[in-house]
C-alpha cells in the first residue's frame, strides 16, 4: 500500500465500531478511509448514506457527512442528494439484504438513469443485525435461524443483476484483500456514473470464521487473465455467472451520459426557451 499524503485516520468520526470481532465490514471502513486519503477528497465534500444493517453503520464511523436512513432506501436518497448537490462524492452503502432485498426496487433505476454516485455492498448472505436470517444471497442449501433444513431459495447473483440493468461500472472485490478493496473503491470513484461494487465480506458470527477460507480459496483475479476486457460485456458475463470461481476486479466499465448530463442539456434547452414555451405547456392541458 502505497503511503498517502493525507492521513486516513482524518477520515473516521472517532466512534468506535462495534462489529462483531473479525467482521468484514472493518475492512471495508478501512479501505474507504485510505481511498478517500489517496484522493485527498475533503472531508466536507464527502457524502456517505446508509440503509439499516450491521454495515449500514459505516457512515457513523466516518467524520464525513452521513445519514443512516431508513431499511432499503440508501439510493433514492443517495440519488437525491447528489442531484441536490454534484459537488459532492456521494456514496451509497449497505448489506445484501438492505440493498438487494428491501431496497432492490432501487437498483434498476440508479443505474439504468446513470445517476453519478457510488453503491458500496458488504455481502455476507445474511442478515448480521437481526440475528441470522437468510439474506438474498445466502447459499441454497444453507442452514440459517429462518431456514432450519436449508434456504429452498436460489440465491440472487448480484454481478450478474446489475450487467442486465446495464449499470456503467460493476465490480467486486473482498474484505480479504485491502489492497485490492482500496483499489477498487478508487476506480469507482473514479468512474464518472454510476458504479456498483460489490464486496465479499464476511459475517464470522452467522456464517463462521470459514466464509474467510471460502472466500479465499475460490477467488480469482480476473485482470490477471490474457484476455481480459472490462468494456467487453459478453466476457463480464461470462465471470458474472461462472460457478467455478469468485471474481474479482473490474468485471465491465463502459462510460456513457449521466443523468446529470443530460439534465443539464435539457435545463439549457428549457432555459432558451425555444421548444417550449409556458403556452405550449398551458395548451397540452387544454386539449
Ligand atoms: Fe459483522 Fe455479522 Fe457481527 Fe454483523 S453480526 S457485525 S455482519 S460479524
Not at 95 to 111: E, R, T, Y
Not at 182 to 190: D, H, L, Q, T, Y
Amino acid at each position: 500500500m502505497t503511503e498517502t499524503k493525507v492521513n486516513p485516520k482524518d477520515y473516521l468520526s472517532g466512534l468506535k465500531p462495534i462489529w462483531c470481532p473479525g467482521c468484514g465490514d472493518f475492512a471495508v471502513l478501512n479501505a474507504v478511509v485510505k481511498a478517500f486519503a489517496t484522493l485527498e477528497l475533503p472531508k466536507e465534500k464527502v457524502a456517505v448514506v446508509s440503509g439499516i444493517g450491521c454495515s449500514s453503520r459505516l457512515p457513523g464511523y466516518l467524520g464525513t457527512y452521513g445519514f443512516n436512513a431508513i431499511h432499503g432506501r440508501a439510493l433514492p436518497i443517495a440519488a437525491g442528494l447528489k442531484l441536490a448537490r454534484p459537488d459532492l462524492t456521494v456514496l451509497a452503502v449497505g448489506g445484501d439484504g438492505d440493498i438487494f432485498s428491501i431496497g432492490g426496487n432501487h437498483l434498476p433505476h440508479v443505474a439504468r438513469r446513470n445517476i453519478d454516485l457510488k453503491c458500496i455492498v458488504m455481502d455476507n448472505g445474511i442478515y448480521g443485525l437481526t440475528k441470522g436470517q437468510v439474506s438474498p444471497t445466502t447459499p441454497i442449501g444453507e442452514k440459517t435461524v429462518t431456514t432450519a433444513y436449508g434456504s429452498i431459495e436460489d440465491p440472487i447473483q448480484p454481478l450478474k443483476l446489475l450487467l442486465s440493468y446495464e449499470a456503467s461500472f460493476v465490480a467486486q472485490s473482498t474484505s480479504l484483500d485491502l489492497n485490492h478493496l482500496v483499489s477498487m473503491i478508487i476506480a469507482a470513484m473514479n468512474h464518472k456514473g454510476f458504479a456498483f461494487l460489490n464486496v465479499r465480506s464476511p459475517c464470522v458470527t452467522y456464517r463462521g470464521k470459514d466464509q474467510y477460507d471460502i472466500i479465499r480459496q475460490r477467488s480469482k483475479y480476473i485482470d490477471k487473465e490474457p484476455d481480459y476486457d472490462p468494456t467487453d460485456m459478453r466476457k463480464a458475463w461470462q465471470h458474472a455467472i461462472t460457478p467455478e470461481y469468485i471474481s474479482l476486479g473490474i468485471l465491465y466499465q463502459k462510460p456513457r451520459d449521466t443523468y446529470e448530463d443530460r439534465w443539464e442539456k435539457m435545463r439549457e434547452i428549457a432555459r432558451a426557451g425555444k421548444d417550449w414555451t409556458l403556452n405550449d405547456v398551458m395548451k397540452g392541458f387544454m386539449k
